[in-house]
């Protein structure tokens, strides 16, 4: 195997440079011809031949945030990594116990040289599929193959108490050390990752493997897919978020206060200035902060996209008079002071909210015509001529009548209905859904991830 040093060749080194660039934007990071530009001029003045040194210098002129970082290594690891090739060894089968022990002995020693050589062997020992161990004869390597077999995770009780007896330690100090130690663990499945990304890269191709095999930002995951860290991930983007929203919406309101021209006082004006109207005539605004409601299903995966979004809600509530949230699943619950404690504890929201309101009568299956009715008729007061109301959901009703009614008492009673719905457009209607039906009522937009939902709140909440 041979390291990647400073003989690469100036049309490969461009080709990688535009190829890493591509595959960030397909990612979703912004990055302009500007930018691209500045990262050549880096690659020029830092060389290839400090590999840390240049990843470094891609980021700051690349990156315009912390947020890309983690997306940026995984693709610089691909379009340039440490090593290319495979390992001189024959590939036969490896020691497993063999390799526990050594790694047991980096991970005390917390020797990162040698969890990378490490991270090398595992994957060639125990990733390889379709043929024998990591030879070329191999379809591909695996890196969730090879931490199966290998079960790093189980040696921290191992490290711990090699390291606690070498140094000793107290009570507190054995917590420090475990998390120190789960932390190297978390960096060697980091490095067999790379290492299998690699070989992948190598023998599908790099844009290839940076378009399929690497996870998408935070912001771009689908709600409705979206596992438990993911989810844990994006509420700790809320309060930037809504900091973010809070400046639009009032910029938004300043220019509203303005006014538009009142054309008759305007052309009145013009008569002393020749018919010129040199001095427009605004109509004067007083506009009175809207009144907010959330309407949010809370049952299955759906949950995951209404917590985020009254999470969201809640921390942009000084843009509004008032803000009103009520959760269902077939009943329907104010939860508007649960969400003062959801801030505090944003991982722990839905299932307050599953402990304290009644959402559920006789199952626990969505019915968006039962919990519209019970809202048009228990919470009448909610709403007025001042109200934008959003329904967040994704219109499955389980066969149920969708209560279209209902929908219509609403729209008739409230300023605006705006149905955030998290499912792609292309399943409306498919199965149990009542979407279409709905949007021929009110302003359904598919809202799938955290991106559109910045965009879809920014651009629909009243002002």
Not at 52 to 66: N, S, Y
Not at 234 to 242: E, I, K, N, Q, W
Not at 315 to 332: K, P
């Amino acid at each position: 195997m041979t390291a990647a040093g400073p003989g690469l060749a100036d049309t490969d080194l461009v080709t990688r440079l535009t190829g890493l660039v591509d595959a960030l934007r397909a990612h979703g990071l912004r990055i302009g011809t500007g930018e691209t530009v500045d990262a050549a001029r880096a690659v020029e003045a830092l060389g290839l031949a400090d590999r840390e040194l240049l990843r470094e210098g891609l980021a700051a002129t690349l990156l315009h945030g912390a947020g890309g970082r983690p997306v940026f290594d995984a693709v610089f690891e691909l379009y340039f990594p440490s090593r290319v090739g495979l390992p001189d060894s024959d590939g036969g089968d490896a020691d497993r116990e063999a390799l526990r022990a050594r790694l047991a002995e980096a991970l005390a020693e917390n020797d990162t040289a040698a969890l990378a050589r490490l991270a090398v062997e595992a994957v060639d020992g125990f990733g390889g599929y379709g043929g024998y161990g990591g030879s070329p004869g191999s379809d591909g390597w695996s890196s969730y193959q090879t931490l199966d077999r290998l079960r790093p995770q189980t040696l921290l009780a191992r490290v711990r108490d090699e390291v606690r007896g070498r140094d000793g330690a107290g009570s507190f100090a054995d917590r420090l050390l475990e998390d120190e130690i789960r932390q190297r663990v978390e960096e060697f499945r980091r490095l067999v990752t790379v290492e299998a990304r690699r070989r992948a890269a190598e023998r599908r191709g790099r844009d290839e493997i940076a378009r399929r095999a690497l996870a998408p930002t935070a912001d771009r995951v689908d709600f409705l897919l979206a596992g438990k860290d993911r989810l844990a991930e994006m509420r700790r983007t809320v309060r930037p978020l809504a900091r973010k929203l809070a400046t639009r919406l009032a910029a938004r309101r300043r220019r509203a206060a303005r006014g538009s021209i009142d054309l008759r006082r305007t052309l009145r004006g013009s008569l002393s200035t020749g018919g010129v109207p040199v001095k427009p005539v605004l109509r004067r605004r007083r506009p009175a902060r809207p009144e907010l409601v959330l309407l949010c299903d809370v049952s299955g995966s759906v949950a995951g996209f209404s917590d985020f979004t009254m999470l969201l809600v809640q921390a942009l509530h000084d843009q509004f008079s008032r803000v009103r949230v009520f959760a269902f699943v077939n009943r329907v619950d104010e939860v508007t002071g649960l969400l003062v404690h959801g801030a505090a504890d944003p991982e722990g929201l839905n299932a307050r909210i599953r402990a304290e309101a009644r959402l559920t009568a006789w199952h626990d299956s969505s019915d968006y015509g039962a919990a519209l009715d019970e809202f048009t008729d228990r919470y009448a007061d909610a709403v007025g001529p001042r109200t934008t109301v959003f329904v967040l959901g994704d219109a499955r009703t389980n066969t149920a009548d969708p209560n279209l009614p209902a929908v219509r008492d609403l729209i008739r009673r409230t300023r605006r209905v705006h149905w955030l719905n998290p499912e792609p457009r292309t399943l409306w209607g498919t199965g149990d859904s009542a979407a279409p039906a709905y949007a021929e009522l009110v302003d359904m937009r598919e809202c799938r991830n955290v991106r559109q939902l910045d965009a879809l709140v920014g651009r629909l909440l009243p002002v």
